[in-house]
């Protein structure tokens, strides 16, 4: 075997050792899907991190910079300002509200919080999770599939099967404590790759002076600020209001939730900013490297900018370790997609609508069966893409963003927003996305 595939080999083995070590086939719903709020400050931080930061960090954010410059880093600088603004402002309010409330799933919270008697707030939540994290899962699988195609030669369908199978099990098997362990763990993995290759690039490109001779020779715009003044300004804000997305994406709320305490999540606050800050920078620094270092990439294809990087510059057993870092950005992401659309078939629609005294455990192996239903559902949307990875990735966060943000703000800082205006919200936001 390859050294390549040594360690990717490597790599599943970890992720499914993890699965299985937290395998509970007995285990409630509330452990299954919230780990029984006991997670420390580290885990809280580094999963809610690497949840957020899927294959678009390593493949699609490099890919625009390379394609377009500097002035599309602020579409970084936009989402690190989010993740502050987003940690501050949302995190310790809905781990006190949802402990209050008993709440282990966002569409149940809106329920409580909005006391809505009708449910209709917490079934058009989960209908809406289903939708745009089928989305959004697909993106993860379209980014496997391109590593894969171009990491080992085998067809593009191909990857993207196998990166789902590999993500469904441990998923399946171990529930929420699998997929925040594994992200921790593909979570640090990342981080080193954005810090180790794109300073290995620098040197072999002579250096920062030599990244700024080799854009200014292709005549790539080095300057934040984009051409045109209105231009310049509608690009800036467009770029920068990734950033407002953050406070309705489910996946990353509900680490909010399952930490062990509101002290905690101040501490973990620190630790995700620093992660978030060298991550995003390490992603911008392999773009604007590559524009100097590649004329032309495999199949013209701009996101894959990071993976061929990996391949020139570094040694085949380090290239390995390196290339496994963009599926533990790629994987970190759709666990945590699946198992929250898991918890909106099992808890939201079918325990509310369905069967209100159903047991716990039964609930639990619903929401086990519908991992492998959604992801399905990813999996066809993959095998036939019809945008870019990051362009999958715009559609299902502006999607989350503009059906969940407000009202998860309202939820948590206004007293007056009744059931009615927040279902009247969340389906404009909806609506104006989809339309």
Same mark, same amino acid.
């Given at each position: ?49 690497? !949840? ?18 500097? *002035? ?22 809905? &781990?006190?509200?949802? =402990? ?11 329920? =409580? ?8 707030? &917490? ?89 700024? =001779? ?26 920068? $209001? ?18 062990? !305490? ?5 501490? !973990? ?48 057993? $380090? ?5 496994? *870092? ?17 918890? $909106? ?9 369905? &069967? =209100? ?79």
């Amino acid at each position: 075997m390859t050294p390549t595939l040594v360690t990717f080999v490597t790599y599943f083995v970890v992720l499914l050792a993890i699965g299985l070590y937290f395998w509970r086939p007995g285990d409630s719903i509330d452990g299954y899907l919230l780990g029984k709020r006991g997670l420390g400050a580290w885990v809280t931080a580094i999963s809610t991190q690497a !949840s957020d930061m899927s294959g678009w960090l390593l493949m699609g954010l490099p890919g625009v910079i390379y394609a377009g410059g500097l *002035a599309h880093a602020w579409i970084a600088i936009g989402l690190f300002l989010g993740t502050v603004l987003n940690w501050r402002l949302v995190s310790g309010r809905l &781990r006190a509200y949802t =402990q209050k409330t008993d709440t282990i799933t966002l569409p149940s919270f809106f329920e =409580q919080r909005f006391a809505d008697p009708t449910g209709s707030l &917490r079934v058009l939540s989960a209908l809406v999770i289903l939708m745009f994290f089928t989305v959004y899962a697909s993106s993860g699988l379209v980014a496997c599939g391109k590593l894969f195609e171009s990491t080992f030669g085998i067809s593009y369908g191909a990857g993207v099967c196998i990166g789902w199978a590999i993500t469904v099990v441990y998923t399946f098997l171990g529930g929420y404590l699998a997929v925040c362990w594994t992200d921790v763990f593909q979570g640090m993995l990342m981080v080193l790759a954005l810090v180790i290759v794109p300073a290995v690039a620098i040197a072999k490109s002579g250096g920062i002076s030599g990244v700024h =001779q080799a854009m200014t020779a292709k005549g790539v715009p080095i300057s934040l600020i984009p051409p045109g003044h209105t231009a310049a300004l509608l690009g800036i804000g467009s770029a920068m $209001a990734w950033g407002l997305g953050y406070f309705g994406q489910p996946h990353l709320l509900v680490r909010f939730m399952s930490a062990k !305490s509101v002290a905690k999540l101040s501490e !973990s606050m620190k630790i995700a900013v620093t992660w978030v800050f060298i991550s995003l920078t390490g992603a911008v620094v392999i773009g604007l490297v590559g524009i100097g270092m590649f004329d032309t990439l495999p199949g013209n294809d701009r996101e894959k900018v990071f993976i061929a990087m990996i391949t020139k510059v570094m040694h085949p057993w $380090a290239a390995g370790i390196m290339l496994s *870092a963009i599926l533990s950005a790629i994987m970190s992401t759709i666990d945590s997609q699946l198992l929250v659309s898991s918890s $909106a078939l099992s808890e939201d629609l079918y325990r509310r609508t369905i &069967r =209100q005294d159903a047991d716990p455990r039964r609930i639990a192996l619903a929401g086990r069966a519908c991992v492998v239903v959604i992801s399905a559902a990813a999996l066809l949307l993959a095998l036939n893409p019809r945008d870019t990875i990051l362009g999958i990735v715009a559609y299902a966060w502006g999607g989350f963003g503009a059906a969940f943000g407000p009202l998860v703000l309202f939820a948590l800082f206004s007293r007056r927003t009744t059931w009615m205006s927040a279902l009247a919200g969340m389906i404009t936001g909806t609506a104006v996305l989809i339309l």
